[in-house]
């Protein structure tokens, strides 16, 4: 990349501290998965794989938040992993170099984070993604780090490898959210166009107003998420009521604390004490 006006060279960026970083931790992930059906232990693997995924429907229902980050180390295969490093260390770096480490692992992360939630919101429109549906990647992060470059070195040249001609950056960027949104829109076959776009505005925001303003966003997902929650522990109490009168007619007594958790015959006598431990429904 060369700024306009400036005789072009054909120096790599550097790997400054972050990227080199996250570069480490992705592809060693990715080595590890690949390593372990080698060693007999692909059980291992499915296991990570199942729990580090991003699952919207274990997200909202199991409560496995942690795939909200842990989606984005897993990759799908070697072609998968090199586009997202390249994109990483290309343009994070001039990133980093311009903002610091801290500020730019920020961006980073919540464009990571604010991809999973895109993903998440977006699964259950069932228009634009399907709860069932995993996810994987660090395009989010890295789709954040493009939009940060476009916004900060707008008027940068690059050269879109393999074909010989340069392009400003701002404008790479305007074709790039045009053709993701296309996708997008259209299903997005096995690319996880949604989580690009969640990417894409999340880093927007953070470059334009701020860290703050980028988390506004990730409290309004999360009072979406609670209030979902809040109706799934209301249907629960409701189906523990109705259930307590269906047995009630049965000459049947059986009792619901105010979560409607099941609580054992043992527990529902007071001489007995605290003895006894819950069991029954969770969410």
């Not at 501290?17 to 372990?36: C, P, S």
């Not at 228009?127 to 994987?136: F, Q, V, Y």
């Not at 999360?222 to 047995?247: D, I, L, T």
């Amino acid at each position: 990349m060369r700024r306009t006006g400036e005789p072009m060279t054909l120096s790599l960026p550097p790997f400054t501290r972050a990227v080199t970083w996250l570069l480490g931790i992705n592809t060693g992930v990715f080595l590890l998965m690949e390593l372990l059906p080698l060693l007999r232990l692909g059980i291992v693997a499915s296991y990570i794989g199942y729990y580090g995924e991003l699952t919207p429907i274990n997200v909202v229902r199991h409560g496995f938040i942690w795939q909200l980050v842990t989606y984005s180390v897993l990759h799908a295969g070697i072609l998968h992993l090199l586009g997202n490093m390249i994109g990483l260390w290309m343009f994070g770096s001039a990133i980093e170099s311009a903002w610091g480490t801290r500020r730019f692992l920020e961006l980073y992360w919540i464009g990571v984070v604010g991809a999973s939630l895109t993903t998440v919101a977006l699964s259950y429109t069932h228009l634009l993604g399907d709860p069932t549906r995993s996810t994987i990647g660090a395009s989010g992060g890295v789709f954040a780090i493009l939009i940060a470059f476009g916004v900060l070195f707008g008027e940068n040249e690059i050269m879109l490898i393999p074909f010989p001609f340069l392009i400003k950056a701002k404008y790479f960027i305007g074709i790039l959210i045009v053709v993701t949104l296309a996708f997008a829109m259209a299903g997005g076959g096995d690319v996880a166009y949604v989580a690009h776009l969640g990417g894409l505005l999340f880093g927007w925001l953070y470059v334009r107003r701020g860290p703050k303003a980028a988390l506004v966003n990730v409290g309004f997902a999360e009072r979406y998420y609670g209030m979902r929650n809040s109706y799934y522990r209301w249907k629960r109490r409701r189906a523990a009521k109705k259930f307590e009168v269906y047995m009630s007619k049965h000459d049947r007594q059986v009792h619901f604390d105010e979560h409607g958790n099941y609580i054992p015959p043992a527990d529902d006598d007071p001489r007995k004490g605290n003895g006894g431990g819950k069991s029954g429904w969770v969410n």
